[in-house]
């Protein structure tokens, strides 16, 4: 590719970067508004049910997703060192899997406390194994390329597979989130054309959008 190519490429690159981080904070707001402003707030030690289960929503979203993105987009729009974006990479990929403990802690104690049976809906299927292929990824993808790292030809080859399965896994990760929403939405029994519904819905969108975005931003980096 000519140097005009790259220019164009990394203008779209950059634009597109930029529009995946817009979408990620909106939905970080969004949530938090719906959260603090509808459902009474989030605290984990809480003697009121619904502020247990609110961690969920935030803890997962904030680490499966909104973190998640972002260290894919580490790896391919920092400007850094190799070694650098590898690590931050890497860094919140971790965090993420330390929030969706305490996400996945949180739901199980408010169901604990509501005498809810757990893994019981769609959602929660596609959250359960989100998170566990999440955590291999996370593990396999340590071994091969940070320590004790494997050799060249193993790393080329794994590589592939690597990248298919974090953007998988984010889209997984995405799919739960809306499934859970709609999930929510569906036991509060709010009318479609309330706030609170409306909130939920432009919520949803968002974090699709932010999505979308990142794995735009990850496709075109690769010509940059």
């Known amino acids: 590719m000519d140097a005009t190519g790259r220019v164009m490429f ?96 949180a739901v199980l104690k408010f169901h604990n406390k509501e005498n809810i049976e757990d893994f019981y809906s ?3 299927w596609v959250g359960i194994a989100t998170f566990s292929i999440f955590l291999l990824q996370w593990l396999v993808g340590f071994v091969l390329f940070m320590f004790p ?13 690597h990248i298919c399965g974090g953007r998988a896994l984010l889209y997984m990760a995405i799919s739960s989130a809306l499934t859970g929403l709609m999930e929510k939405a569906t036991l509060l029994g709010d009318k479609y054309h309330s706030n609170q519904a409306r909130t939920i819905n432009f919520l949803g969108l968002s974090i699709l959008l932010f999505g979308i975005f990142v794995d735009f931003s990850l496709v075109f980096a690769r010509y940059v």
């Open 149 to 161: 790292k494997a050799s060249p030809g193993t790393r080329a080859r794994a590589l592939p597979w």
């Open 10 to 105: 990394r203008r779209s690159t950059s634009g597109l970067t930029v529009l995946a981080h817009s979408f990620g904070i909106l939905s970080l707001i969004l949530l938090l508004f719906w959260l603090l402003h509808y459902r009474g707030g989030l605290n984990l030690e809480s003697d009121i049910s619904e502020r247990i289960f609110n961690v969920h929503p935030f803890m997962m979203f904030f680490g499966f997703i909104f973190l998640s993105g972002e260290g894919m987009m580490a790896y391919k729009t920092i400007a850094a060192e190799k070694a650098v974006q590898k690590f931050i990479h890497l860094l919140l990929h971790l965090i993420a899997i330390c929030m969706g403990i305490i996400g996945i802690h």
């Open 122 to 124: 769609l959602h929660s």
